[in-house]
């Protein structure tokens, strides 16, 4: 991989906890366009990596690369600013609100007018509020929303939450979507329709996507680069066919398996695969 190619590397990061090591000595490049995975038992330092990605997190050691900027952490705000943006293992939407204002909370940090402005709807106000209106309904649209556009968020159910979060990301135009476990309680043709909807993200507007995601096979379809953690440390590193036969990694998930003395879906898919 070139550097240009690289939108987001990871040189040497590690992580503890209040002396105890979360993430140890990862590092990866993510490909500017591509679905990248990261994958591994629960524990193995997955959204800990995302939290160091986005700034939330400060390693402790090591050097992380976006858009050709190298820092020894990220700032969220300057993440953000950047186009990182993110989904939660656990949904974090405002319930009470409808689907299009939670959707156009996303747009928020493309505003150009002041709070002054905001406050009295003077100025550049007015502007700013149609842009995210309209950046809010394109977004819904494409995620196929529009029944539930006025709908209140906490009355609908999971799946379509999950939706929502992801619709809010991407009114946010991200460059980088870090997508915490975006299918997490959903039944397979949920699952089948996330993933389209993550697919069609990459082709419409070109993000580029990483993924934490447990179920083995969805990651082997979707993705074009798989990372493998297991207890903090990277086991594996490349294509999902090359992922699927690395013996290390079998051997993290098969003896995960052994130690819960039964089979999780992810263990019982890698094993198929
Ligand atoms: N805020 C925190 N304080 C202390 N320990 C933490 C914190 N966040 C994570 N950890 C620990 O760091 C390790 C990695 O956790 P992390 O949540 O990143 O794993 P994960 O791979 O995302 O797991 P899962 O698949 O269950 O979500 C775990 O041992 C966890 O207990």
Known sequence: MTASQALLSLQGISLSFKGVRAI?????????GEIFSLI????????SLLNVINGVYQA???LITYQGVSRKSMHPQWAARRGV?????NIALFKGMSVLDNVITGTNLKLKSSWIEQA???GRAPADALRQRQ??????????LQSWRNSIVGNL??????????????????ELLLLDEPMAGMNAD???????????????????????????SVVMSLSDHVVVLDYGKKIGDGTPAEVRVDPQVIAAYLGSRQQAKAGTDQNKEIAKQ
Request: hydrophobic letters at 40%.
């Open 24 to 32: 140890t000595n990862i590092s990866f490049s993510v490909n500017k």
């Open 85 to 89: 943006a993110r989904t939660f293992q």
């Open 120 to 122: 009295f709807n003077i």
């Open 135 to 144: 950046k809010a309904e394109q977004v819904i649209a494409f995620l196929k």
């Open 40 to 47: 591994g038992p629960n524990g193995a330092g997955k959204s």
């Open 60 to 62: 402790d050691e090591g």
């Open 157 to 174: 159910p999971y799946g379509l939450q999950k939706r929502v979060e992801l619709a809010r990301a991407l009114a946010a135009e991200p």
């Open 190 to 216: 949920e699952k089948a329709e996330m993933g389209r909807f993550i697919v069609e993200t990459q082709k419409e507007y070109g993000t580029t996507i990483v993924l934490i995601e447990h179920d083995i």
